[in-house]
């Protein structure tokens, strides 16, 4: 799973057949196997952190490209696994 946070400016977030307007505050799940890039006329910034797929299966988080996701529950299973790494 890929979660991305847009910190500043405006892009287009284009996954599988849709387009999505970002802007600052923004935040993006797209799931595994989901083709997917941004688009901008101007300078945007963002980070992206990519989840491992059998990690997020043991917290209970299907990544399957058919499922929708709880952004909150994504962002938990992303602090879950940012605590593992500084372990």
Same mark, same amino acid.
């Given at each position: 799973?890929?979660?991305?946070?847009?910190?500043?400016?405006? %892009?287009?977030?284009?996954?599988?057949?849709?387009?999505?307007?970002?802007?600052?505050?923004?935040?993006?799940?797209?799931?595994? %196997?989901?083709?997917?890039?941004?688009?901008?006329? %101007?300078?945007?910034?963002?980070?992206?952190?990519?989840?491992?797929?059998?990690?997020?299966?043991?917290?209970?988080?299907?990544?399957?490209?058919?499922?929708?996701?709880?952004?909150?529950?994504?962002?938990?299973?992303?602090?879950?696994?940012?605590?593992?790494?500084?372990?």
């Amino acid at each position: 799973i890929e979660i991305l946070t847009v910190l500043e400016g405006e %892009g287009t977030l284009h996954c599988d057949v849709e387009d999505h307007t970002m802007r600052k505050g923004d935040v993006a799940v797209i799931n595994s %196997g989901s083709l997917h890039s941004i688009s901008s006329k %101007g300078a945007v910034r963002y980070h992206c952190m990519i989840i491992d797929r059998d990690f997020c299966l043991e917290a209970g988080l299907d990544t399957s490209k058919d499922e929708k996701h709880d952004t909150e529950k994504a962002i938990k299973v992303a602090i879950r696994a940012i605590e593992n790494l500084i372990k």
